[in-house]
């Protein structure tokens, strides 16, 4: 977390991907959610591609990334993949979504491909109406999530 919080001095940072290696999980998650989260409202951050790998995220995780990214007008590229047994469920995933409707966004690609199974009917719906005003997101990449949860309603919402 000491290490996010320390590239908000590091304004020529355009690309930042993030990779954790296993370990017990702890509040340590959160720590870093939140410095993460302080960086890309921080206005003199010009991260524009945002990857990271390898993490455990929850709902309040996911909700801190989504929430800093309403303030963030650069970021144009984020891309996430979970630890299988992460825990975020559609409420997370509906509260993250609403970054999207945010008029000011910068978001031009978002990759949920590596997020296995959380995102459903209730997930895709929050996404769709997130979307209904979006004019700058290019591409919504679910890709190699298990759309088991998936409807047909919930894709036609898109």
Do not use: M
Not at 10 to 26: G, K, Q, S
């Amino acid at each position: 977390a000491e290490l996010i919080a320390s590239l908000a001095f590091h304004h020529n940072l355009r690309e930042l991907y993030l990779c954790f290696a296993e370990y017990e999980r702890t509040n340590y998650e959160r720590k870093w959610c939140v410095a993460l989260g302080n960086l890309l409202k921080n206005q003199e951050t010009q991260v524009e591609k945002l990857s990271i790998y390898n993490s455990f995220v929850d709902d309040e995780g996911v909700t801190i990334l989504g929430n800093a990214l309403v303030k963030n007008n650069e970021l144009k590229q984020f891309n996430i993949f979970l630890q299988e047994n992460q825990s975020i469920t559609s409420t997370g995933w509906v509260a993250f979504s609403r970054c999207l409707a945010n008029p000011n966004s910068s978001l031009e690609e978002l990759d949920l491909s590596g997020t296995g199974n959380s995102i459903n009917d209730e997930a895709i719906i929050g996404f769709a109406n997130a979307l209904a005003n979006n004019r700058r997101l290019k591409t919504l990449h679910f890709g190699f999530i298990n759309t088991s949860g998936i409807t047909p309603s919930g894709w036609s919402a898109l």
